[in-house]
């Protein structure tokens, strides 16, 4: 098992720019995260899934959008990407919401110029 | 909303040396408070974790108890190797129906163990 997977592994954009960043998980779970983690900041929830065809905020949503494209695949778009969105993006799955084990996937490093 | 506080913010010992991690949260509805490594360039792994309903829990050399009254966990590492070096994070969760496994992070500690 792959576990979770994402792509890119790197991407440098320019402001104004949009792009998606894709996050797929072989395990059969039924939740999926996206966070962003920042230098002194830990990691911040931006979006999740509780199950397949749900999607809630998460602490820091704005001026990002995501879509649960099946059981598998959580994906996360930037429309109009800005400078402070440089950060490395996490994705991650559980079974259930709630008291389990999240799985975390290698992270994007996106620097936006 | 749920806060988590974090500290220190890095820690150094020396190999054999034990390392102690704290962390504050807000909310007392959380109920739920795992611990998470980070090696270089990887994704957070889950190390241990603790329920509301237990004041301590043992893995081999890591420990993390829970004071539910001050709102505090620690992460305790005995007899560190360099193998520890990484930057560990606490959370905190509530399982709330409509809250999914929203976890709240704290800041995060980088521990460097010196050999």
């Known amino acids: 098992n792959a576990g979770v997977t994402q792509t890119p592994k790197f991407q440098v954009l320019k402001t104004g720019q949009s792009m998606t960043l894709q996050c797929a998980q072989d395990?059969?779970?039924?939740?999926m995260y996206w966070y962003r983690q920042d230098p002194g900041m830990g990691l911040r929830l931006i979006y999740y899934s509780a199950s397949e065809g749900t999607t809630d905020k998460g602490e820091v949503p704005n001026g990002y959008n995501v879509s649960r494209l099946n059981k598998r695949e959580f994906s996360l778009r930037l429309e109009s990407a800005a400078p402070s969105q440089t950060s490395v993006y996490f994705c991650?799955?559980?079974?259930?919401?709630?008291?389990?084990?999240?799985?975390f996937g290698p992270g994007t490093r996106l620097t936006v110029l | 909303g749920e806060n988590v506080e974090q500290h220190p913010s890095t820690l150094s010992v020396q190999e054999g040396d034990s390392a102690v991690i704290k962390c504050t949260y807000s909310?007392?509805?959380?109920?739920?408070f795992p611990w998470y490594k980070q090696e270089l360039g990887k994704g957070p792994q889950l190390i241990i974790d603790i329920r509301s309903n237990v004041g301590e829990k043992k893995d081999q050399r890591i420990a993390v108890t829970l004071n539910k009254t001050a709102k505090h966990f620690s992460l305790h590492i005995t007899e560190t190797q360099p193998e520890d070096s990484a930057v560990y994070f606490c959370?905190?969760?509530?399982?709330?129906?409509?809250?999914?496994?929203?976890?709240?992070f704290g800041q995060g500690t980088e521990l460097s163990v010196k050999p």
């Open positions: 909310d007392s509805a959380s109920n739920y």
């Open positions: 959370a905190a969760s509530m399982n709330r129906d409509n809250q999914g496994g929203k976890l709240i």
């Open positions: 395990m059969n779970h039924n939740s």
């Open positions: 991650a799955s559980n079974i259930a919401g709630g008291h389990n084990e999240q799985f």
